[in-house]
């Protein structure tokens, strides 16, 4: 006589969970008074959620912080360099215009302070900038630059790290 012996195994499985979910019907966003607010339809109402400094509420309007954005024209490729980055004590501008015009540069750290701001006239759009960062602590700067000419505008940002 022959005995089959059968063994069966369980296999569990495991998932992570953020709790109650909902998939909405559609959703998209909209702007009301100047504030961009963000929507879902279709939404079971959870409950509000609260923290410090915040307040949510799932499926009603939710409002969206405006960006820090560069508004305008954007430089062409291989305008303008600027060098060394990371840098120590100095930071370079050099434009590669064709035709001079008003250059304007603005310096902020990450608070949004303006550090430095100048402008200044350029009679062939080559001429070099320089600015000293010798007083400023070491981090991240954003160094907003814009260039005119011929009833043009342009703009353009760069992250500058400040090392030692």
């Not at 302070?113 to 001429?127: D, V, Y």
């Amino acid at each position: 006589m022959v005995m089959c012996s059968l063994c069966l195994g369980t296999i569990t499985a495991r998932a992570q969970s953020i709790g109650p979910s909902t998939v909405n019907a559609t959703g998209g966003s909209t702007v009301i008074a100047g504030n961009t607010h963000e929507y879902a339809i279709g939404d079971l109402l959870p409950p509000t959620l609260s923290g410090p400094g915040i307040i949510i509420t799932p499926g009603a309007l939710q409002p969206v912080k405006k960006t820090v954005g560069i508004d305008g024209r954007q430089f062409f490729a291989g305008t303008l360099d600027v060098y060394p980055n990371p840098t120590e004590e100095i930071v370079f501008l050099q434009p590669r215009f064709t035709t001079g015009g008003v250059l304007s540069y603005a310096l902020y750290d990450v608070l949004g302070r303006c550090m430095e701001h100048k402008e200044c006239s350029l009679s062939t759009g080559k001429e070099k900038q320089s600015i000293s960062l010798k007083s400023l602590a070491s981090g991240t700067y954003s160094l907003e630059v814009s260039f005119g000419q011929k009833g043009k505008l342009y703009r353009t940002a760069y992250k500058i790290q400040k090392i030692h």
